[in-house]
């Protein structure tokens, strides 16, 4: 039952990931929710423990010395408040979960760039790892498709197609190759399979037959692209929300406990972090990327214009996958972001070192330099992966003028735009732990070459998920803790779309800050940073050629967020280009030296 | 106490081992509580339903879905041969009729009558499983497996390349520190596991492809050379699958690095004796390392291990540790100081440190995070 919102002025919330339980005390203090502690303990999910509750238990007893209110019962369980004025105990406890792999998923759709390309981005959005996704114009022959499905052991199917009241038999197709290729689940052979059918609706009497034998758990819900021109994605997400629950959950160990802990259903981590972003951009009314580089992984999150998309780059990661930036970037392209002396096969070694002993932390100046370069081609490549998947959707009838004959634009445009883009969000180790705040903004600066104005932020200790599960029970909470403690403000990047030619100037520009005013020119090449404060009034007027958001050549003046960076000024033009060699060595140490992010 | 990361690598002259060995699915167990088997022994067998192939007939006979079921020359259940006539069309007043063959051997296994489609299921790939170690069944696992358990030397590795591999030892570098290179290796090295020293050279492991030795063993490998032997740059570390003609096991890391003396000394005093290796490397949650398995003759007791897995050991001044990052990489010693406050690194981060007297007699400061135990 959904508890009053206003009796709630203590929750305790975790997250239990792969190997750490993070656990943080939100508390009402004078007027407001703030966060008030947190701590951490490892997860409990592996053997010899096998109990995930443990580790909540563990991280719980933490917070519990750590802010001096007792939270963990004598039985091990979470201690509730009696009433509101009792000293010790918890209005409310909430957790979100990827131990274990996460969530896993296959999706299919008919056509690969219509509805196979919805079903991915429904499970993508619930905060699911997408194994593969097949569609009948996959180019991969049926019996490689066969084959492919039965390799993977998903936790879950979502197949889609068709619009409604369309053609049923190329969706009922794909149900009768997935059907008797039989893949097989992760936890094991008791488990049925589920299915979930968000197809067209007149092809549900075909599934439901394909799928009667054969040890599969079907669930049918409404088409998630009913016509070509809507998707319609809320009903799949809820369903695989649900079947994680009941399904995946309920196999991994100690959750069933977990489960009759929580105040709020657990949501997949990932799934929690869209849901708070998405929050925000609605609250603040803006447009938001996040960023969650992992070991193995990256996320990319992104809501534009009310649209939400979240990525998963299963393969970009600075420890088990560095291996892998390396070699899909080229090892050309990372060392352009270094500008020490450093060789190549010495280089591969270490890249391949840290992969098989993925916890070794950088010790000298230049691994530092290194991680960091790598982790920019992660995030580089990452988010291209994500602005080609973040589109308008594809297949949709457009209505043509004369006009648009000379445009080029297709329908599928990407939403992602760097000029439209309001805030950055960064988190994950390397560019949360990055021993100078100047570093990350720098990597964030370079690997998502953001236009205009764009405020930078990173979430320290991972606290989205948190408060994403939180913004379901009690959003006002969940607001007031995000801006107040979540975010850490960098500060803000003004960064002139256009092409810089060297030696050409770009725009010229002054700013007023509490105690301190500067104005100049920035040229092409050039990268700028002015320690403002909190915040600053901006005036800048960029040259012919050039755009800050209000159209090439416009002058533009508002007021700008500083931070524990302040504010970036970026001449080196978009798209960002940068170049070999020594000519390229001697820019990138340029910057570096322009921005402070290695001061000796 | 201050606790040091260590992948969990075992090296150790004598170790009670349990191999689990598991069908990928339920199946026959072909042994019995109690029975002595050898490595290459079957301890359980299945077979993997064979694959489908779909052919899609209504298009290929110009039919409605509907009536395929109808227009097939044998009924559903029935075996079928690849190039036999599978379905044919009524044609017009019977004349002009289409036949279509089937596109693979097996069993029609299905006829849709709403999509027309036709699926072959071929016949059953027989899996076996084999015992892996010699030793005695101590666990049946249902119709799963088996659990084989013997005394053993036991190595496990950092990471490896292909699949299982079975063989006498043979040592091709007597110093830890010697490079192998291909003129150590010798015609009489084929279906041996060969022993290394330091870094194993590309053309060593080409030479040993080449005359059929087993594995290959050694501190390190060049990842340049990896990559021009899998023809492709390593992404992530998730191997064993490899087909390149032979199992490698690096023991210390990439790059010139010399396998630990211990290590070296543990597999020489086994030249001669029969071993199991496994390349199969996992480096996720559930981490995996590859092993070389020497059953020993007696049965004398020893600790019990089952697979390995990543563990965090105490350190206190004395402990043997390993460094695993630069600038120090692969340098043994022992930890000389554990100061407690965090201390700010050549990189800017603050991290907690400790001090290890290197074997060299130089004293450094490295993380806690860059140094790995090393008693085995």
């Known amino acids: 039952m959904q508890k009053d919102p206003s009796r709630i002025k203590v929750v305790v919330a975790t997250d239990c990931g792969s190997t750490t339980t993070k656990a943080i005390l939100i508390e009402f203090v004078d007027g407001v929710y703030r966060q008030t502690h947190r701590a951490e303990a490892p997860t409990t999910v592996e053997a010899p423990f096998a109990d995930v509750t443990l580790g909540v238990a563990n991280a719980v007893t933490e917070l519990q010395e750590l802010s001096g209110r007792r939270l963990v019962d004598d039985d091990g369980t979470i201690l ?46 619930a905060g699911a790892i997408v194994m593969d996704t097949i569609a009948s114009n996959d180019r991969r022959r049926p019996h490689e498709q066969v084959q492919r499905i039965r390799e993977l052991r998903p936790d879950m199917v979502l197949i889609s197609g068709g619009t409604d009241g369309g053609d049923t038999k190329k969706v009922t197709e794909l149900a009768e190759l997935i059907a008797p290729a039989k893949p097989r689940p992760r936890f094991g052979g008791e488990y049925s399979l589920p299915i979930i059918f968000a197809g067209n609706r007149d092809a549900r009497p075909a599934i439901e037959r394909t799928f009667s034998t054969g040890g599969f758990d079907l669930k049918v819900v409404d088409n998630l692209r009913p016509t070509l021109e809507r998707e319609h994605l ?10 994680f629950l009941e399904h995946v959950m309920a196999h991994a160990p100690g959750y069933d406990r977990l489960i009759a802990w929580a105040d709020a259903p657990i949501m997949p981590t990932p799934g929690a972090v869209g849901d708070i972003l998405q929050a925000i951009a609605k609250g603040r009314g803006i447009n938001v990327v996040g960023v969650d580089i992992g070991g193995a992984t990256t996320d990319v999150f992104s809501v534009f214009d009310g649209s939400f998309n979240r990525t998963v780059s299963a393969n970009l990661g600075m420890s088990y996958s560095i291996s892998n930036v390396c070699a899909e970037a080229g090892m050309e392209s990372v060392l352009r972001w270094v500008h020490l002396d450093m060789d190549e096969r010495e280089l591969r070694n270490r890249v391949k070192n840290k992969m098989i002993r993925p916890t070794t932390i950088p010790q000298t100046h230049e691994a530092l330099v290194f991680e960091q370069a790598v982790s920019r081609e992660a995030l580089r490549l990452a988010y291209v992966q994500h602005k080609a998947f973040a589109t308008e959707l594809k297949g949709v009838q457009q209505q043509r003028t004369v006009g648009d004959a000379f445009s080029q634009e297709e329908s599928g445009r990407s939403l992602v735009s760097g000029m439209k883009l309001d805030l950055l969000v960064a988190s994950g180790g390397v560019l949360s732990h990055a021993p100078r705040m100047e570093q990350t903004a720098s990597m964030l600066i370079d690997a998502f070459e953001p236009e205009g104005f764009t405020e930078l932020a990173k979430d320290s200790i991972f606290m989205m998920p948190h408060l994403g599960v939180l913004a379901t029970v009690h959003e006002r909470a969940a607001m007031e803790v995000f801006e107040r403690d979540c975010l850490v403000m960098l500060g803000t990047c003004i960064a002139p779309a256009g092409t810089a030619v060297a030696g050409k100037p770009v725009m010229r520009w002054s700013a007023r800050w509490e105690g301190g005013s500067a104005e100049g020119t920035l040229m092409a090449q050039e990268m700028r940073l002015l320690r403002i404060g909190e915040r600053a009034q901006v005036e800048v007027t960029p040259e012919r050629g050039f755009d800050v958001g209000g159209g090439p050549g416009v002058a533009v003046k508002r007021e700008v967020r500083g931070g524990s960076v302040g504010l970036i000024l970026d001449g080196r033009g978009r798209s960002l280009s940068v170049p070999g060699g020594a000519e390229g060595r001697r820019l990138v140490a340029a910057w570096a030296k322009a921005l402070e992010l290695y001061p000796d | ?7 969990g690598l075992t090296v150790s002259s004598r170790v009670r081992y349990r191999a689990r060995r598991l069908l990928p699915l339920t199946g026959r167990i072909t042994v019995k509580l109690g029975d002595r088997v050898k490595a290459t022994d079957v301890v359980a067998q299945t077979d993997l339903e064979g694959d489908i192939t779909p052919m899609k007939m209504s298009n290929l006979l110009s039919c409605a879905p509907r009536d395929v079921p109808g227009l097939l020359l044998k009924p559903v259940g ?8 599978i379905a044919q069309s009524k044609g017009i007043f019977g004349m002009m009729k289409v036949t279509v063959k089937a596109t693979a051997s097996g069993t029609i296994e299905s006829a849709s009558d709403s999509t027309g489609m036709v699926m072959i299921r071929g016949a059953a790939q027989p899996v076996q499983v084999r015992a892996f170690t010699s030793g005695r069944v101590v666990e049946v696992l249902g119709s799963e497996g088996a659990v084989v358990e013997n005394d053993v030397a036991l190595v496990q590795g950092i990471f490896g390349i ?22 150590s290796i010798r ?35 060049d990842d340049a050379d990896l990559k021009a032997l899998l023809g492709h740059d390593l992404g992530v570390a998730i191997t064993g699958s490899e087909k390149v003609g032979i199992t490698l096991v690096v023991t210390e890391g990439f790059g010139d690095i010399t396998m630990a003396a211990r290590t070296h000394a543990l597999l020489a005093s086994h030249a001669g004796h029969a071993a199991s290796v496994n390349g199969a490397t996992q480096i996720r949650a559930g981490v995996m390392r590859p092993e070389i398995v020497i059953p020993l003759a007696d049965e004398a007791s020893g600790d019990a291990h089952v697979g390995g897995g990543a563990t965090a050991g ?63």
């Open chain 2, 162 to 183: 292909g699949g299982e591999a079975y063989g006498p030892i043979a040592i091709a570098c007597a110093r830890p520190e010697e490079r192998l290179e291909a003129s």
């Open chain 2, 78 to 85: 029935s075996a079928i041969a690849k190039d036999e006539a």
């Open chain 2, 187 to 221: 015609s009489e090295h084929a279906g041996c596991i060969l022993v290394g020293g330091a870094r194993m050279t590309i053309d060593a492991i080409r030479r040993a492809i080449e005359l059929g030795v087993a594995a290959i063993v050694s501190g390190g490998i």
């Open chain 1, 80 to 125: 509730r408040r009696a009433s509101l004025d009792a000293a010790d105990g918890c209005d409310m406890y909430i957790s979100t979960s990827s131990a274990g792999g996460g969530l896993q998923m296959m999706v299919a759709g008919v056509v690969k760039e219509m509805t196979a390309e919805s079903a991915k981005r429904a499970a993508l959005g």
């Open chain 2, 1 to 7: 106490m201050a606790k040091a990361y260590t992948p």
């Open chain 1, 234 to 243: 809320g009903p799949a997400r809820e369903t695989i929300h649900d079947v």
């Open chain 2, 314 to 376: 105490e350190l206190t001044i004395g402990t043997p540790v390993r460094v695993i990052r630069d600038p120090w990489f692969g340098a043994l010693g022992t930890v000389a100081a554990l100061p407690e406050p965090p201390a700010v690194l050549g990189s800017g981060s603050k991290a907690r440190v400790l001090e290890v007297a290197l074997a060299d007699g130089q004293r450094v400061t490295v993380p806690r995070a860059n140094v790995e135990l090393i008693a085995g």
